[in-house]
């Protein structure tokens, strides 16, 4: 009896957490010593800009001068915006296109860049170098993209137009309608698969075979493979790709800056490019950076709405739902 109960003792003061040893305080100075650089380019680099930037939201300011408190009024202007559309603020003109721009290309890109996955993984020779070719334009610059569609797509003397007029088919005003210079960006801003269609790739290539085998074996067709298989299997794939798509989408600039400036009639003039103008073209930071805090609210909610919808269609292996 005595010996149980000092064995007892014994186990129950080994539980003890006792203070850590000097090999595991030098794994923790070094582990804080690795990320400290990381931590302190934060601070620097991120989070004092965003905090410094919430604060210049509530102020008057052209960087030149000292900022002037003006409390609420530059979000103030903002929502007066919306109701009574002003060609100074531009804030709902803006909101408008960018959303638009939204629901119109990240389904699109989704959907092209599944599809130039499902392409390069079928077991083909030379399939590395299709992959490659697929890749590249993701890695041309910007602006030599830009300098090269906007020459393709000129209404006099581009490539397209001398096509059409090859045919007898007038010259297209693509970038510079007011009814097709969206839906052109739209299309431009396909071009390039990019990263997604590599984690497409790779979620296609992580789905067990012998899913496909027994589907074959039950006599399913490929479609049905394709949509009771290969889209569930991915959906973790398809979550992170409309979320960052959605989060780079709101944040278009590039497109709208280099091709059109916003134009023509503001028909693309993106919530960024609006920011910007009003920033640097016009030196009026504080409403700047309060379009920019309220950018980065509707990011937010839009994010947290997909994060809440993902339950219902996103599916992890191993995971058991009740």
Known sequence: MFWIRDSAAKTKSRKRPGKPGKHALREERQFYLFVAPWIIGFLIWTAGPM???LYVSFTEWDILTKPIW???KN?????NDLFHPSRLVLFRKSLVVTSLFTVMLVPLRMIVNLGGAVLLNQKIKAMPF????FYSPTIVPGIASAAVWSWIMQSNGGLVSLVLNRFGLPNQTWLYDEDTALVTLVGLSLWGFGSQMLFFLAGLQSVPPHLYEAAEIDGATRWQQFL???LPMISPVIFYNLITSMMGTFQAFDGAFLYTRGGPNYATHFYVLNIYNHGWRYWNF???SAMAWILLLIILAFTLLVVRSSAAWVYYEGEVRK
């Open 51 to 53: 905090l410094y930037s």
């Open 228 to 230: 009771n298989i290969t």
């Open 70 to 72: 003006v409390g609420l």
């Open 130 to 133: 299709f992959r490659a070719v």
């Open 286 to 288: 504080g409403l700047a």
């Open 75 to 79: 979000y103030q202007t903002l929502w």
